[in-house]
């Protein structure tokens, strides 16, 4: 008797199992992984954001020659543009890089289109977006005579100005900031300070 009663919970319990192993659903692919693991980041698309960012690399702004970087910004954003339309952007970071360059740009087209694609960099796991779509959104939003939300823009009008953080729009707190990489409202009006203290 205690042989059968062993035998009947054995294929009580086997029954109970197959019929949880049935319900539970099959693994679905993650919406998150949009890249292949063998897709490889755009090298040209890598290389212009570096020479980008060299040309940005002086520790005072203003002594940045923009006759000699102005060309070679609007090369990159014709050639960036050109790898947008033909489908060239795969990974986050070929958005990250795309934008990047797209945020240098003189349009507001170009800012905004910087930011969607800061969006589809951070979709596709490319965390350094963060700080970008906050800093895209804010320089459309300043090519637009708009206040600006997040405190990353800077401006100096002029040979020998001051630099002064750009109209500000109130609704933004510290915390939505932080969720962005975004340095808080104190830091902005320090780094104003800073940079004003170069001079």
């Known amino acids: 008797m205690k042989d059968r009663t062993v035998k009947i919970l054995l294929v009580l319990n086997l029954i109970v199992l197959t019929g949880i192993f049935l319900h539970q659903p099959l693994p679905v692919p993650s919406v998150d992984a ?3 693991p063998a897709t490889k980041d755009n090298p040209e698309l890598s290389r212009l954001m570096d020479e980008d960012q060299a040309d940005r690399t002086p520790d005072d702004p203003k002594s940045i020659d923009w006759k000699i970087v102005g060309p070679r910004d609007a090369a990159r954003l014709k050639r960036v543009k ?3 339309a033909q489908n060239k952007l795969q990974t986050g970071a070929d958005y990250y890089h795309a934008a990047m360059i797209l945020q240098h740009g003189d349009v507001a087209e170009d800012f ?3 930011h969607e694609l800061c969006v589809v960099a951070i979709s596709k796991g490319d965390t350094r977006a963060k700080w970008l779509a906050a800093a895209s959104e804010d320089r459309f939003l300043m090519n ?3 206040p ?4 990353t823009q800077f401006r100096c009008d002029g040979p020998n100005c001051e630099f ?3 109209k500000l729009d109130a609704g933004v707190t510290d915390e939505l900031r932080k969720g962005l990489d975004v340095p808080s409202l104190a830091e902005a009006k320090a780094r104003e300070a800073r940079m004003n203290k170069k001079k």
């Open 144 to 146: 637009i005579d708009r």
């Open 148 to 151: 600006q939300r997040f405190a």
């Open 112 to 114: 905004l289109l910087a």
């Open 34 to 36: 949009q890249t292949s």
């Open 82 to 84: 050109e790898l947008y």
């Open 164 to 166: 002064h953080l750009y």
